[in-house]
């Protein structure tokens, strides 16, 4: 049983340092953007669009990330036996 909880604890570990890398750039596009606009008013409609492009991809990368976990995670759960599998059921079960 062990073995399985290292298993989520690796994918979450996984997962939660993706989507703080996802967020730490996301902030520091955001801050370059910022200050280009802030030195050059006048290029703020360029400066946008050469922000929202790559912060989508950023975006898409963290929501990546997102489903691969949810995928690792159904996968170990189909290696966990369940109650009823590793018992028998109760029509399995000899009368007596």
């Known amino acids: 049983m062990g073995g399985i909880g290292m298993s989520y604890l690796g ?4 997962v939660g340092l993706v989507v703080i890398g996802a967020a730490a750039g996301i902030g520091k596009l955001a801050a ?3 200050e280009g606009a802030a030195r050059q008013p006048e290029a703020l409609d360029k ?24 995928l ?8 966990v036996p369940t109650a009823g599998a590793a018992q028998g ?7 007596h």
């Open 72 to 79: 690792a995670a159904l996968a170990i759960n189909k290696g």
């Open 32 to 34: 370059s953007a910022l």
């Open 47 to 70: 400066l946008q669009i050469m922000m929202i492009i790559p912060a989508a991809m950023i975006e898409g990368l963290g929501l990546l990330a997102l489903i691969v976990a949810l």
């Open 11 to 14: 994918v979450f570990i996984g």
């Open 89 to 95: 059921t109760a029509a399995e079960a000899p009368a």
